[in-house]
């Protein structure tokens, strides 16, 4: 068939009508800000000027596998939420529990970390023995946590509550407070490292605490992250990383801990829970 000159044109110009918008789309790939906890150990935290933990290496997989270009912008934990609302960052990574009152505002990724909330109390502290022991008791918990939801709903306890982990630890340590409520983890982490022996962890490991990575409402990564938390699930990541991190393997896998959650969740009661 022969073409003319003047339709040569036409389909030459048709092309790159074709093409212009994907190539601007691809051409320039957005790196968006991701926002974690300058010390939430061993999850995020800053360290000799670098970003660490857990969540900083398996974010760097999940990112990888989900296409994901990304900055990580290290703040308070109070400053996460706000800076998610007003558009500072995209999302936000830093040991988040997912929980059904914060999910009308927010959206969460699937769960890839379970653990539980503890009460920290002075080594040389024998009457409190657990979470039923802090009525009439000054309890230290870290401001807009779910630690702090727990302690406000606690008959009598007088809670005292700070923005920074750091400043919790310390008024064990000085035996200014009676007892602390926070995540296991994190507080298994200042036992080990900084504790020297003042504080102790006392009763049982109470709450179910399942961390996401969290978004605005109807963000457009977290369908990305979640097919990237099961991409790490499967080949092996999150395992290796997971044992790197906490030296054994994890006892449950992000998919067991969200089929649990959603059932949960779905049967959850006690209304306005965090
Ligand atoms: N897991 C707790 C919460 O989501 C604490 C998180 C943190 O302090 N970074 O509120």
């Not at 320039?28 to 290496?57: S, W």
């Not at 706000?82 to 040991?95: E, F, I, P, R, Y």
């Not at 039923?132 to 946590?145: H, I, P, R």
């Not at 006392?202 to 990237?228: L, P, S």
Request: hydrophobic residues 35%; charged residues 25%.
């Amino acid at each position: 068939m022969r073409v003319g000159n003047r339709s040569k044109w036409s389909i030459a110009l048709l092309a790159v009508l074709l093409v212009m918008p994907t190539a601007s789309g691809c051409g320039k790939k957005e790196t968006i800000k991701v926002g974690i906890e300058q010390n939430f150990r061993p999850f995020t935290y800053m360290e000799d000027g670098e970003k660490k933990g857990f969540e900083v290496d398996l974010w760097q997989a999940i990112a990888q596998k989900a296409g994901i270009q990304y900055e990580l912008v290290p703040m308070e934990h109070g400053e996460l939420l706000k800076s998610l609302k007003s558009g500072g960052v995209d999302l936000a990574l830093a040991g988040m529990t997912v929980s059904n009152a914060r999910k009308n505002n927010l959206d969460y990724s699937s769960p890839y970390f379970q653990t539980g909330l503890v009460v920290l109390t002075s080594t040389d502290n024998g009457v409190i023995k657990g979470k039923d022991d802090l009525t009439q008791k000054v309890v230290a918990t870290k401001n807009g946590s779910t630690a702090f939801n727990y302690a406000g709903e606690i008959q009598g306890a007088k809670i005292r509550s700070y923005s920074n982990i750091a400043d919790i630890y310390n008024e064990l340590k000085n035996n200014t407070v009676d007892a602390a409520i926070f995540d296991e983890r994190n507080a298994h982490d200042f036992l080990q490292d900084k504790a020297q022996g003042q504080v102790k962890m006392v009763g049982q490991a109470f709450n179910k605490e399942r961390y996401a990575v969290v978004g605005k409402k109807r963000n457009d990564y977290i369908g990305k992250v979640n097919k990237g938390i099961e991409a790490v699930s499967k080949d092996g990541t999150y395992e290796t990383m997971y044992t790197k991190w906490f030296g054994s393997k994890p006892d449950v896998m992000p998919d067991k801990i969200k089929k649990d959650m959603e059932y949960e969740m779905q049967h959850e009661t006690v209304k306005g829970r965090e």
